[in-house]
């Protein structure tokens, strides 16, 4: 059976799987974190007004529209290959969701309720931590489980352009038509997807919950 073969090969190589596991998680790790630097406190400002909202949704919508691997490969050229341009392909993939999520969450809050706190006497910092932030926490959630479900999915294109991995394993399985080898990359890449949307859709339901 192929995956008790691919099993068997994950023991007998456990330093070179283990390797390549670490690295994937590396670049999915740094990328949503980078991705969540950028696309969260962007998204709170241009929720403030109705045309940068608008912008902003039609230009994370586009981006999301390009294939994976074309992002991959654009960043070639001016990069080159390594880690790094596959760390920025990767970020450009999940900045979108989040984006878009972010000014979701903060444009579905009901004004009255940002009323009622400015009337309450409190400021534009304590409404945004105390108010906006816990509110819109949810989408945000709903945002990073998107974004890490295609950056997992996206890493495995990453060892196209050197950025290593367990896409590596897939390449070498296509390569040399070796199905337990295809295996050992492919499965844990889709257990870790797969832990991704559990973990991340149970956070978001117990905080809408508590919300």
Same mark, same amino acid.
């Given at each position: 059976?192929?995956?008790?073969?691919?099993?068997?090969?994950?023991?007998?190589?456990?330093?070179?799987?283990?390797?390549?596991?670490?690295?994937?998680?590396?670049?999915?790790?740094?990328?949503?974190?980078?991705?969540?630097?950028?696309?969260?406190?962007?998204?709170?400002?241009?929720?403030?007004?109705?045309?940068?909202?608008?912008?902003?949704?039609?230009?994370?919508?586009?981006?999301?529209?390009?294939?994976?691997?074309?992002?991959?490969?654009?960043?070639?050229?001016?990069?080159?290959?390594?880690?790094?341009?596959?760390?920025?392909?990767?970020?450009?993939?999940?900045?979108?969701?989040?984006?878009?999520?972010?000014?979701?969450?903060?444009?579905?809050?009901?004004?009255?309720?940002?009323?009622?706190?400015?009337?309450?006497?409190?400021?534009?910092?304590?409404? +945004?931590?105390?108010?906006? #932030? *816990?509110? !819109?926490?949810?989408? @945000?959630? &709903?945002?990073?489980?998107? /974004?890490?479900? =295609?950056?997992?999915?996206?890493?495995?294109?990453?060892?196209?352009?050197?950025?290593?991995?367990?896409?590596?394993?897939?390449?070498?399985?296509?390569?040399?038509?070796?199905?337990?080898? +295809?295996?050992?990359?492919? #499965? *844990?890449? !889709?257990?870790?997807? @797969?832990? &991704?949307?559990?973990?991340? /859709?149970?956070? =978001?339901?117990?905080?809408?919950?508590?919300?």
């Amino acid at each position: 059976m192929i995956v008790v073969e691919a099993f068997n090969w994950i023991l007998a190589h456990q330093t070179e799987f283990f390797s390549a596991f670490n690295r994937h998680l590396a670049l999915c790790l740094i990328s949503l974190a980078i991705a969540s630097a950028i696309a969260l406190p962007l998204g709170f400002w241009v929720a403030r007004s109705q045309k940068a909202s608008f912008v902003a949704i039609n230009i994370a919508g586009s981006l999301r529209s390009i294939p994976s691997l074309a992002i991959l490969a654009g960043t070639m050229p001016f990069l080159g290959i390594g880690l790094l341009p596959s760390v920025v392909a990767l970020v450009v993939l999940a900045v979108p969701p989040l984006l878009l999520n972010t000014v979701v969450g903060i444009r579905e809050i009901e004004p009255s309720i940002i009323d009622a706190a400015d009337g309450m006497g409190m400021g534009r910092r304590e409404i +945004l931590w105390q108010v906006e #932030l *816990p509110l !819109a926490v949810p989408s @945000i959630i &709903a945002g990073i489980r998107t /974004g890490a479900i =295609q950056v997992i999915g996206g890493a495995a294109l990453a060892s196209f352009i050197g950025g290593g991995g367990l896409g590596d394993f897939i390449n070498a399985g296509i390569a040399i038509m070796n199905m337990p080898r +295809l295996v050992v990359g492919a #499965l *844990p890449i !889709a257990l870790l997807a @797969i832990f &991704a949307e559990v973990f991340f /859709g149970w956070l =978001q339901r117990w905080l809408t919950q508590r919300r």
